[in-house]
């Protein structure tokens, strides 16, 4: 089961059809990680939200509140790797 976490992040977007369409790399406690897939994505009113694997194989679930173009860590599950894997 994810851990559940609720804590504001950095996260660049690629910007196409709409603004922040899928987020393109993450920064965690000053550390830039690239989204390697975007797995899976829903809407609810005001929010939107993107489950991410990053490239250490992380998979985070992250929430933009769209009124305050806030980031937020909802839920993650590490991969069990080292990054030096």
Same mark, same amino acid.
């Given at each position: 089961m994810p851990d559940k976490v609720e804590r504001q992040v950095k996260v660049e977007t690629h910007s196409g059809y709409k603004a922040d369409e899928r987020p393109l790399r993450v920064t965690i406690d000053g550390q830039a990680?690239?989204?390697?897939?975007?797995? @899976? !994505?829903?809407?609810?009113?005001g929010a939107t939200f993107f489950? #991410?694997?990053?490239?250490?194989? @992380? !998979?985070?679930?992250l929430r933009r509140i769209e009124a305050?173009? #806030?980031?937020l860590i909802e839920a993650y599950r590490f991969s069990g790797r080292n990054a030096s894997d």
């Open positions: 990680q690239e989204v390697a897939e975007v797995e @899976d !994505r829903w809407y609810s009113p489950r #991410v694997r990053l490239v250490d194989g @992380d !998979r985070y679930v305050q173009d #806030v980031w």
